[in-house]
C-alpha cells in the first residue's frame, strides 16, 4: 500500500489535466530530464522488489555482498540513472546502499539527515530526484534506536510529567527545534501497547511520508497520476531487515 489522496478534487484534477500535456515529456526517457540523466526503466513495483531482494541478500549473506566500484564509477560517471530516491537517517549505522545488497553508483538516490525528516531542502532533494531523474520510487525509512526520536519521546514524557514547559531543559542550538519536530508524532502514540520508542518512529515515519506528499505539489500530482508511488518503512539494526510497512 503506498501513500495516495482518497479523491481528487475537480480543480485538482483540470489542473493535472491541463499539465499533463507538459509533463508527458518527463515520464519518458530522454524527454524534459538534464542531460547527464536518463529516466530509469524500473516501474516503483519493480524498484520496489528489487530493494526486498537486496534486503533479502544482504541479510542472509552480507559476506557476499560486493561491488565493482571502479568499473560502476566509469559507468555512472557521465549520467546517472536512479530508480528510487531514499529518506532516512544520518545514523552511522544506517547505510541505504549496503541495507539493500550492496545497491552500486548511480542506483539510489539518497536524502539523510538526523530523524529522517522532510524539512524544505529535503522536499526539494526529493522532488529533484523525481522531476530532474525521474525515479519512480519514494521511500521514508525509520530505525531501530533513532537518537532523535528517542529524544522526542524523552521530551514528551517530560512534558507530561512536569506539565511546565519552562522546567524543561532547553536542547542546545538547532537540536531544540529538530526534536520538536518529531514530538507530535511521539505524543500521538504514547500510552498505546508496545515500545514507546518504536511506535514513535513508525509514526514519525508514516508522518513525514504523509507531509512530503501534503506539502510538495510535484510528488502528490506523480503519485495521483500513478509515475510514482510514496512508501515507508522501518530498519532493524540488529537483524539488517528492512519492513515495508504502507
Keep these: 500500500m503506498c501513500f495516495e489522496c482518497t479523491k481528487l478534487s475537480r480543480r485538482n484534477f483540470m489542473s493535472l489535466a491541463a499539465t499533463g500535456v507538459a509533463a508527458a515529456g518527463l515520464w519518458t526517457v530522454g524527454g524534459a ?20 531482494a537486496g534486503n533479502q541478500k544482504y541479510v542472509a549473506g552480507p559476506d557476499l555482498v560486493e561491488v565493482d566500484l571502479p568499473a560502476q564509477r566509469k559507468a555512472v560517471a557521465p549520467l546517472q540513472s536512479p530508480w528510487a530516491t531514499i529518506l532516512t537517517c544520518s545514523d552511522s549505522r544506517v547505510s541505504p546502499e549496503l541495507m539493500f545488497g550492496g545497491v552500486g553508483l548511480g542506483e539510489l538516490f539518497v536524502a539523510r539527515n538526523a530523524g529522517g525528516m522532510a524539512d524544505v531542502p529535503t522536499i526539494g ?9 525521474g525515479s519512480p520510487l519514494i521511500f521514508v525509512i525509520g530505525h531501530t534506536r533513532c537518537g532523535a526520536v528517542k529524544a522526542a519521546c524523552d521530551m514528551v514524557e517530560k512534558r507530561e510529567t512536569l506539565k511546565q514547559v519552562e522546567k524543561l531543559e532547553e536542547l542546545p542550538g538547532s537540536v531544540g527545534p529538530m526534536i520538536a519536530a518529531i514530538e507530535p508524532a511521539a505524543k500521538a502514540v504514547r500510552g498505546k501497547p508496545g515500545d514507546f520508542a518504536y511506535n514513535a518512529t513508525i509514526e514519525n515515519a508514516k508522518r ?3 507531509h512530503i506528499l501534503t506539502q510538495s505539489k510535484l510528488v502528490k500530482e506523480a503519485v495521483h497520476a500513478g509515475h510514482v508511488k510514496l512508501i515507508y518503512g522501518y530498519y532493524n539494526l540488529d537483524t539488517g531487515v528492512v519492513d515495508f510497512l504502507g
Design 33 to 52: 530530464l538534464s542531460p547527464g540523466f536518463a529516466k530509469t526503466t524500473l516501474t516503483a513495483d519493480e524498484a520496489i522488489a528489487k530493494l526486498k
Design 125 to 133: 532533494t526529493i522532488e529533484y530526484g523525481l522531476e530532474h531523474l
Design 208 to 210: 513525514t511520508a504523509m
